[in-house]
Structure formats: C-alpha cells, structure tokens
C-alpha cells in the first residue's frame, strides 16, 4: 500500500537538534490546529445554514441543541485562532532562522500565501455566525477594501455580493470559507510540504557558524519516531488547552445581526487584523494632500510585499551580512509597532473601540 | 357681575364677532402688487419705530403668516403701498379697512376672520382645522371673556401676537415640549389663579408625572401635556363622569375593562374622581406594584379596610403578582449567571419575556378588578418563569458537565503526554543524536 515507503521517508528524515530546535515544532502544530478546523468545520456544516434569516438560529441550535456542538463550535473558533497564532510564530522563527533563503524562496513564498489564506479563513468565518459584532466588523473590513485605489470598488462589491453587506454577503462568505479557500489551501499546502520533504529542515546560519568555528559534529533525531512523538506532544498539549478554553470561555454568540440596527459600540475586526485597522483609524484624514487611509492600504501593501519578497531582497548566506541585520531590526521594528497597535485597538481610552 | 350685565357683555361680543366677521377674510387677505410681504409701507415704516411699534417687524422671518405671502394689512388692514413718503393716514386709511390694534376682548374673532374660515384656509392647508373660534367658545377661558373678563387667555397669548409659529415648531410656544410652560405662565401664577378659584399647583405637579418625563427626558412627542387631557382651543377641566374618557383615549385596555366594572358604577355614583382616585390627575407617577395590595402605599386601602372582601382580594392579588415577580427575577438571574459562564441562554431568555408579558397583563387587569381574570394571567407568568427557572438550572447543569468534562479531559491528556514523554526519553536513550 505504499505505507513502508512512508515510514521509511519518516524515519529517514533528520531533524537538526540546536537551540533554536523548539521552533521546528511550529510548523508541525500549525498543521495540526488546521486539521482541527477541518474536522470541526465539517461536524459544523451538518447543521449550519448560510442565509441571513437562518445563519444565527443554526449556530444557536448547534451551541444549544446539537450533542457537543458548543464544544464543537468553541473548538472551532478557538482554534482558528490559535492557528493564527501559532502560524505568526512559524513565519518569525523561519524569518528570523533565515529560512527562507535559497533553496526554501518558493517554501517561503507558499508559507506566507497559507498566511494570507488562513487570514482570508479568519476574515470570512467571522461573519458566518451573522452576529451584529460581525456584521459591523465586515462592514468596516471590506469599506477598507472598497478603499484601495482602482480595483477597490470591485473588489468591495465582489466581497459584498453588492453595494451593502447583505445576506448575500453572507452567502458568498460561506462559499468562499468552504469551497474555494480550502481548495486553494490543499493545493499551496501540498507544495509546501512537499518542498518541506525535498529540503529537509534548514538550520539557522547561526548554528552553523557556530559549529564550524567549534568544529562539534552537527546533532540531529529521526523524524520518526523521536520529533514525531515530540510533535505529539505538542499537540495533546494544544488539544488540552483548546478543550480548557472551549469548556471555561465558550466562544460567545451574540446578538442576531440587524442591518437596519445602529452600529454597536465595540466594532473591531479579530485580533490579528486589529493592527491594520488601528494604523487606518489613527492616521490623519490627509497626509501632504493625499487621504490618509489610502497611504495606510499602500504602507501595508509595500509591507506584505515586502515580507513576500524577502527571500529575494536577503540572498547573502551567513549570519552577520548587514543588510541582513538591518532586516532583522525592520522587521523587529514592524512586530512592535504591531503589538503597540493591536493594544491600542483593545484600549478604548486610546483611541480604541468602546 | 350680574347675570343682565354678562348677558349684555356676551351680546356685545358676538355682536363685534358679527361685526369683525363682516369684513371677511377675502377682503382683508388681498395680495399685494408687485411687493413682497416684507416690503410695504408697514414694515418700512415701524421698522424705524421704537419701542412696542417697532417690534413686530423684528420677528418677520419666523412668522408662518410672512412665510405664506401675508402681511400685517392682511390682519391690521389699510394701504401697505401708500405711506412711502411718510404720510402715514395714507396707510393708515380707514376707508382700506384699517383697523389698528384689536381690544384683547376682540382677539378671538379678530384671528377666526381667516381661522374659522374653510374657504379661506384651505388656501394654505387642506387639513386645517377651522373650528378653533367655536371650540374656544366653549372653554373656561372663552366663556369667561364672553363674561367680559378679559384677563383669561386670547389666542394671543398662547400663540403670540407676532413671530407667530406653527404648531410643529419646536420653538413655537405652543409646541408639545413648550406647551406646559406656556400654559403655567397663567395656571402656576397663585394669585391668579387664586382670584379665579383655582389651584396653581397643576403645572408643578405634571413635571414630576411619568408624562413630563416621557415627554422631556425621552423626547416621546406622544407623550400627554396639557392639551392633551384639557383639548387646545376648547381649554376646560375634564368633568367628573369624563376622567375615564380623557385617560382612556391613550390607556385604551386599562379604560375598557375599568367602565365594565361594577367599582365604576359605584364611582359614578360617587364624587369620587375615576382614575384619579389611585393614579392622581396631573401628579401621574410612574405606577408600581405596591400601589396594589394592602401595604403602606397601596391605593386599594383609599376605599377598602380590612374585613371587606375587596381588601381581601387586593391582598391576594398584591402576593400573587410578587410572587411572579420573586419567581421571574429568579429564573432571570440564574440564566444570566449561565449565559455569563457560557452557556448559551438566548432562546430561554427570550422564553421567559413571555412571563414579563404575562406581569404586564395582569397589572392591567387589576382595571379590571377580577380577582379570577388576574389571577389567571399570574398563573401563565408563573408557569413561565418556572420553565425559565428550570432552563437555567438545566444551564448550570449542562455547566458542571463541561467543566467536569473538561477536567477529566485534561487528565487523560495529560496522562498521554507523560506516556509519550517517557516513551520519548526511552527512544532517545535507545538512539542518541
């Protein structure tokens, strides 16, 4: 049946053991938290309904009525979550192991399109629920799409399915979260692994440097079954913790959305957009006669672009390049700025949402 | 004054209302030629004036007269295209029907030439209403000018001589939210009203109502104020035999199964004053459930002691509608304590709002006065709020399942990670890097 072949493939597959070896696991439980979402996600399709008169009342039945179903919609939500999160710490430790260089470009270059589709992920299943929270929040995240110069309006109406988030905003949601988002990611995330196979694991420059002036012989485990079982590890921790979450802070439903309701006090995007949405509301209207909000879309465009291209801008091997070093700070530099903003965004005194 | 000397007064007045409705709105509401409203001799020449003859031209821009192409010769009469040279008489001309300042006694009659006259105010308003003179006829204030007393309130006062404003105008005095003031510049004055007979305190005592409150603190427009319960033009106090009437015409339910009652009959045959004897006239409070009962602020004890079988039924009523209200707020409290730990509630809260429905009816059914009705509509509530309160404790249930759930999730977890972990340390013993 061709198993032997794969387990001979696993356990001829070496791990490096260094200091920095923890981070190998990220990738590993990144996967794991999405084929969490993919198990729950389809238990979830047996009962949801994606219409705007139906979509809130399924969810109810399911966290209310169905067997498990909170624990299943909880998983869910949590999940998604820290799958984001644990796929932020994936990309940095690749960025800052300078993983990505040559032979890993099109590795990386499939990594971060897997970021922006698990956030493509986040952003449609947030509006599923068609709680008012979300209904307001995709209201704002695709006027700030509509806002891109050129193509905005296109793609704010391809979003929306019109003019105004409707139920058939709604309705393309769902399409895009079940259908072609995870089409796309079967196919980015099967060349990624398999680019992951066929170069094995990169070691950071630093360890090698420091090797090669210690002269101590490279270390390295099988993976299998030494990292896999370690893998495992990990992920039974991740299952303990998504089960103590889902069992103590139930993901909440909310309130049924109303499009013809005032917006709530409180509107904000999940927390992994939230920087993005803070840096647009805290720029000033005009920048040297220029609106502010679209010098922001074109700062974090330059910004993902930039990120996508870095293994082609960082191409000298070795740890102490400068050019590589003042990459580093940069990218430093953007995580802080980040963090500050996404603070700011939970900080209603700041500037934030109420 | 005498009865012969009222009756000549009242002859006199609707002697001068024949006389002033004589001229006719058609010969006093000619347009002019060539000139704006703004632009005659009248408003050219008192513009220039001081003092009480200057000052009506200052309040053109806001007077709905001005805004629909009338001016002052259209009440005062006169030539508003001659005088431009100053010769005033020329404006001033009584063969073009100058009339100079009505007598406050001919106000009313003075304003009903156009207002009581439908062929004329169609003109501006299909809708309008024309039957303002003849309703005002009929209130308190004008039978006591049709008496000669000419210090009850004319049209004027309430709506202004000049700078008059429509109704719907927020600023206009007579306007929903304005109106109780205007009203208690005369009604809240103790002297006057004291030479009149009458009570001052009414003005004081609505502001403290549930009305005014609606009223000013919600912005709710449909919210009584004076003329509401009083009418506007035909200004008079609700009789006796009426109160349920006035107060039925918003409380439709409440007045309903009040005039079935046999407690109305008795009132009627009483002086007793119908909704005032429990709910007050303008002093309206908010109603509470302890005015039922027989407690320190129940209204029931006004009319019945103990001993009497209304007493009795007061009492019951009083303890089933808390006991509804005790059971309610329980089952509120513990699906509120689960929807905060997480479990999701919102179907059986709104479930339980049918039991608040149920509260609701009952206290208007206490207008009702039958025991058996009201008692029945606390029995649904209660049957609904025990459904709640099993909902939420089947809530803390479904809690303690989770959480229990949880913990020995955790345990096997944990177990499993310890085995993998000594199998992994087995391993590597085995098989160093």
Redesign the interface.
């Known amino acids: 049946m061709g198993v032997g072949a794969l387990v001979d493939l696993g356990r001829h597959k070496r791990v490096p053991l260094h200091r920095h070896t923890l981070w190998y696991y990220m990738g590993g439980m990144t996967l794991f938290l999405f084929g969490i979402q993919v198990a729950t996600g389809i238990l979830l399709l047996l009962y949801y309904r994606p219409s705007a008169d139906q979509a809130f009342e399924s969810v109810q039945f399911i966290v209310t009525k169905v067997q498990f179903g909170w624990l299943v919609r909880s998983m869910h939500s949590w999940s998604a979550n820290l799958l984001i999160f644990v796929m932020f710490a994936h990309l940095a430790s690749v960025f800052f192991m300078k993983a990505y260089r040559r032979p890993r470009e099109v590795t990386w270059l499939t990594g971060v399109a897997l970021m922006g589709l698990m956030m493509a992920f986040g952003f449609s299943g947030y509006l599923l629920p068609w709680n008012k929270l979300a209904f307001f929040a995709t209201q704002v995240g695709t006027e700030v799409a509509g806002a891109v110069p050129v193509v905005g309006p296109f793609i704010m109406r391809l979003l929306r399915g019109g003019e105004q988030v409707t139920g058939g905003t709604l309705t393309r949601f769902y399409g895009f979260h079940v259908a072609v988002l995870p089409a796309l990611t079967t196919v980015v995330l099967g060349v990624h692994l398999l680019l992951v196979q066929k170069h094995g694991m990169s070691e950071p420059p630093s360890v090698i440097e420091a090797r090669r002036r210690s002269g101590v012989p490279a270390k390295s485990m099988a993976f299998l079954p030494h990292f896999a079982i370690r893998d495992a590890i990990g992920w039974c921790a991740a299952m303990a913790i998504l089960a103590g979450l889902a069992a103590i802070f139930p993901w909440e439903l909310g309130e049924k959305a109303d499009p013809f309701a005032p917006a709530p006090a409180g509107i904000r995007p999940e927390w992994y957009f939230c920087w993005m949405f803070q840096a647009l509301k805290i720029l000033p209207g005009h920048i040297l006669g220029i609106e502010g909000e679209l010098i922001g879309i074109f700062a974090i465009g330059l910004l993902a672009a930039l990120v996508l291209l870095v293994p082609f801008i960082d191409r000298t091997p070795g740890p102490g390049d400068l050019r590589s070093r003042l990459i580093n700070i940069a990218a430093l530099a953007v995580l802080a700025i980040a963090g500050v903003l996404t603070v700011l965004a939970y900080m209603p005194a700041a500037g934030g949402p109420s | 004054m005498s009865r012969r000397a009222g009756a000549l007064a009242a002859a006199v007045l609707v002697a001068a209302l024949g006389a002033v409705r004589g001229a006719g709105a058609a010969e006093v509401s000619k347009p002019l030629q060539g000139l704006l409203p703004t632009e005659t001799s009248c408003v050219k020449c008192h513009a220039e004036l001081d003092g009480e003859w200057g000052e009506p031209t200052k309040h053109t821009g806001e007077d709905v007269h001005f805004g629909r192409a009338l001016s002052c010769h259209n009440c005062h009469g006169g030539d508003p295209t001659a005088g431009f040279d100053g010769d005033s008489t020329l404006a001033h001309s009584r063969a073009k029907g100058w009339t100079g300042k009505p007598a406050r006694k001919d106000i009313p009659a003075f304003c009903a030439r156009c207002h009581a006259d439908p062929e004329f105010m169609k003109r501006f308003d299909p809708h309008t209403r024309v039957d303002q003179l003849s309703e005002y006829l009929t209130s308190g204030h004008g039978r006591r000018l049709k008496t000669g007393d000419d210090k009850v309130a004319v049209c004027v006062d309430c709506h202004g001589a000049h700078g008059i404003r429509k109704v719907s105008d927020p600023q206009s005095a007579v306007h929903p939210t304005r109106l109780a003031d205007t009203c208690a510049r005369c009604h809240a004055d103790k002297s006057l009203m004291f030479s009149y007979g009458l009570p001052s305190e009414p003005p004081e005592d609505y502001r403290r109502s549930v009305h005014a409150r609606a009223l000013y603190d919600n912005g709710d427009l449909s919210a009584p104020t004076c003329n509401d319960c009083h009418g506007s033009h035909g200004a008079a106090p609700p009789g006796v035999q009426n109160v349920s009437a006035v107060c039925g015409s918003c409380h439709t339910r409440e007045a309903s199964l009040f005039r079935e009652t046999e407690a109305k009959r008795r009132i009627d045959l009483s002086d007793c004053s119908q909704c005032m004897v429990c709910h007050s006239n303008h002093a309206v409070l908010k109603p509470t459930d302890d005015m039922v009962g027989v407690g320190p602020r129940s209204t029931c004890t006004t009319c019945h002691s103990e001993g009497d079988a209304q007493y009795a039924a007061a009492d019951t009523m009083a303890k089933s509608l808390a006991g509804v209200q005790a059971r309610l707020a329980e089952a509120r409290d513990l699906l509120d304590g689960a929807g905060r730990a997480?479990?999701?509630v919102?179907?059986d809260r709104f479930a339980l709002q049918a039991a608040q429905d149920h509260v609701v009816e009952a206290r208007v059914l206490v207008h009702s006065f039958d025991l058996e009705r009201f008692q029945a509509a606390t029995a649904e509530g209660q049957k609904v709020a025990d459904a709640g309160l099993e909902a939420g404790h089947r809530a803390f249930d479904e809690l303690h399942f989770?959480?229990n759930?949880?913990w020995l999730?955790?345990v096997v977890?944990?177990a499993?990670?310890i085995a993998?972990?000594l199998?992994?340390r087995e391993?590597?013993r085995r098989?160093p890097?």
């Open positions: 997480g479990v999701e919102g179907p989770r959480r759930g949880m999730f955790l977890v944990v499993v990670m993998l972990g199998k992994a391993l590597s098989d890097a």
